[in-house]
């Protein structure tokens, strides 16, 4: 069973940093594409920002030059580092994955949420 856990939500103040952390665990022979997402309250799903397994990466508008995402394969993990936070911000942000299994096949993963509220 393969798995993403998301850490690192929190409340922040406006203006202000935090950095989530997405971990996959399970038996897993590699890592394609991952992407982080956020859906706040009364809104769609949207994705946030994303990176290729050749580390390639794009943004949304919203948050380009504020966000960055990054990735370690080896560990197995993804990270986003999200300064000078805005209220807008406020969502859960979810971490997607797609996982190559022993199988041979590619399956989409999505991990559990992790709740980023920014206010003062």
């Known amino acids: 069973q393969v798995q993403l856990v998301e850490s690192g939500g929190g409340l922040v103040q406006p203006g202000g940093s935090l950095r989530l952390s997405c971990a996959a665990s399970g038996i897993i022979r590699s890592i394609g594409a991952m992407g982080w997402y956020r859906q706040a309250p009364g809104k769609e799903r949207e994705l946030v920002a994303h990176?290729?397994?050749?580390?390639?990466?794009n943004y949304a508008d919203s948050v380009k030059g504020r966000f960055t995402i990054s990735r370690d394969n080896a560990q197995k993990m993804a990270y986003l580092r999200m300064n000078s936070l805005k209220s807008e911000d406020t969502a859960v942000y979810y971490c997607?994955?797609?996982?190559?299994?022993?199988?041979?096949?590619?399956?989409?993963?999505w991990g559990q949420g992790t709740l980023v509220t920014v206010s003062s």
């Open positions: 997607n994955a797609y996982v190559l299994s022993l199988s041979g096949t590619y399956r989409e993963v």
């Open positions: 990176i290729g397994s050749d580390l390639s990466t």
